[in-house]
């Protein structure tokens, strides 16, 4: 089965119903589907062959979808490039993954000029929205080409997905993934939900990472999908109420914004069935906030680039039980338990040995999800898939109930004295604060210690505190030694492309000059 296949399936529920909507337009599922086979055609007549890569590059539209529906229809390998990354990143995401075609949207031209003239795999590209300089539009790419039936032999576990990891240091890696990964991603989400009618997808964060898969999982149900081009707050808000929209995916940043906003106080949430936290840890008090908000839908999940999303799912029922009851708070802290399109989720120890409940170790995973290797990178390969399963590069634990508990990324530990001190449990407790909206915790020279807890903070819209107040706030929870040393207090932190704080860029600052590596 493939990931087309899905579509077909959500197609002939209802041929007339809208599978798009908003920045874009309307798009019926007859229509996108009549548009796919088209643009599959059309780059099969170019000498587009199964496995070869492509990528799609612009803001979320209707025209986005459909060029990677229509890549991933043709048997391509979708590359995952980011509009929010800066040109230079993508310029060496698409050539060192040999990307073969590049659609594009016309607000990305000035990036676009520079990718084609640095970027020598690119042999088509393909503006989405109007005729550009540099190659024909989406429609008259397509024209003369017709929408029968496609039926085209591909590999299963060939390449159908490239996907460019956050860098720690240096450059991005680039994961190698079958084409089960967005098929098996697909049906895990497909598992999770419980829909009695079509949902309808707010399309807020990139298309081109974990909200895109979230979007593709729509299609098989006859959802519709609607974009959103921009981030903007206001009208995020007026289109849940507008379009009736039942599934929304959020990083946690962004929901911490939602919530402070005032229009949520007037915003009719009475449509949503999920409201789906991923890409970062959120905090516990965030989540009962968002019960009370946007009503019993808060959910979690947790995925990686490497392995797929999602990995584990926290239901709205399983959060709701969380908050209601003090004996089962705990599990607030969770990402929740293992999907249905995996194999299995465990924690290993430096040795190899599978751990028992309640014992923290790394977070390795075995299914049809995981990649086969990152490209042109043997030994961070080997590194990945010791012991016979994929190493996460996080550290976590499961209870008895079988619940994840993801308490950092191991790169991230402070070592401060001799004691491993993980950053997250120390966010988690100034989450609490409620003057904090956002922090990062991180380890800083020390002369005494090698390195000491430091904590940047992002305070709430009017909100004050001063270093003293937060470090005695986590000080009474956590002790001293895991309690805050120092308090920065920034007007931002750097994130990702997708939302997530980027602890590197921080870290950068206080480790300048040093001979430690900086991850």
Known sequence: MHIIDLFER?????????????????????????????IARALIAKGFKPETPFAVFGPNTGPAMLAMLGGLRAAGAWCNVNLRNGVEANID??????????????????????????????????????PSEFGPSLMQFVEGHGDA?????????????????????GLPKITRSPSDFLTFNTLGWMAAWNFDTPPVNLAVAPITHAAGMI????????????????????????????????????????????????????TDFSSLRYVISAAAPIAPQKIVEGLKVFGPVMAQSFGQTEAGFPLTWMSPA????????????????????????????????????LLPIGEKGEMVVRGPTVMQGYLNDEKASAEARKFGWHHSGDVGYRD?????????????????GGFNIFPFEIEQVLMKHPAVQDCAVIGVPDEKWGEAVKA????????????DELIAFAKAELGG???????????????????????????????????RAVS
């Open 400 to 416: 008895a109930d079988g619940y994840i508990y993801i308490v950092d990324r191991i790169r991230d530990m402070v070592v401060s």
């Open 93 to 130: 995401v698409l050539g060192r993954g040999v990307c073969k075609v590049l659609f594009f949207h016309s607000s990305t031209a000035d990036m676009v000029r520079e990718i084609l003239a640095r970027v020598k795999t690119i042999e088509l590209a393909v503006c989405l929205d109007a």
């Open 481 to 515: 030694m895991r309690a805050p040393k120092s308090v920065e207090f920034w007007a931002d932190l750097p994130r990702s492309a997708v939302g997530k704080v980027l602890k590197r860029e921080i870290r950068a600052k206080f480790w300048s000059g040093r001979d």
């Open 10 to 38: 959500g197609a002939r529920l209802d041929p007339n119903a809208l599978m798009l909507s908003g920045a874009g337009g309307d798009v019926s599922y007859k229509d996108g589907r009549s548009l796919t086979i088209r």
């Open 215 to 266: 979007a593709l999982a729509q299609f098989p149900l006859g959802g519709m999908v609607v974009m959103m081009d921009k981030v903007d707050l206001g009208e995020l808000l007026a289109n849940i109420a507008k379009y009736k929209v039942t599934t929304l995916f959020l990083p946690p940043t962004i929901i911490y914004m939602l919530l402070a906003h005032p229009d949520a106080k007037t």
């Open 456 to 467: 940047v903070v992002l305070l709430a819209p009017s909100a004050k505190a001063s270093e």
């Open 318 to 353: 399983e959060t709701i039980a969380a908050a209601s009851d003090p004996k089962l708070q705990h599990r607030l802290l969770s990402c929740g338990r293992p999907t249905m399109n995996l194999e299995a989720i465990d924690f290993m120890d430096e040795q190899g040995n």
């Open 149 to 169: 039936p496609l039926d085209i032999v591909y590999d299963p576990r060939g390449n159908g997905f490239q996907g460019s990891t956050g860098g720690t240091t």
